[in-house]
């Protein structure tokens, strides 16, 4: 793919990074530390970066304590739900929380947010994607992106999955590729 340079109408959208989805954290993504370094690199090439972050009330469906799959993880207000001390949060100008609502997933940034609307009122047409997880809330928000009119790209240096199941992010990757979203280094960023 031939380098792509950054527009004044383009997003970086980083996805949950969050605590408890890192090493140490009740969700860990195993290599989740290695995304901040590239994050950190493109993130002033950007005029827009946005943050999503899970904030989860306690009583959540997802849990397992209430029959969900997920572990706690990302309560509201919590350390955890906090974001990594690797990134470098002086470029970004809006946080959006996700997860909310204890009963639906809030896998994508879309979900239950206003995010298209902050979006398009920024006058933003490509979306940028990175963060954790590839195989859950980078998918969704990707995927969730093209149906609200954005071009997307998912940064997949920068982005490291849960795998439940060894094939989930190679699953999520071409699942992405196939409801058209690009795939693409942050070395072919400038």
Known sequence: MAPVKIEPSDALVIVDPQNDFLPGGSLAVADGNRIFEPINLVMPLFE??????????EDHAYFEHNGGIWPLHCLADSQGAEFSPLLDTTHIELVMSKGTDPDTDGYSAFAGTDLAEQLHTRGV????????????CVKMTSIEAKHYGFE??????????????????????????GHGVTLMSTAELH
């Open 48 to 57: 827009h970066v946005l943050a999503t972050r899970d904030w989860h009330p």
């Open 125 to 136: 047409k490509r979306l940028f994607i990175c963060g954790l997880a590839t195989d859950y």
């Open 152 to 177: 997307a790209f998912v940064l997949t240096d920068a982005a490291a999955a849960v795998n439940l199941k060894p094939n989930d992010e190679a699953n999520a990757l071409a699942d992405m590729q």
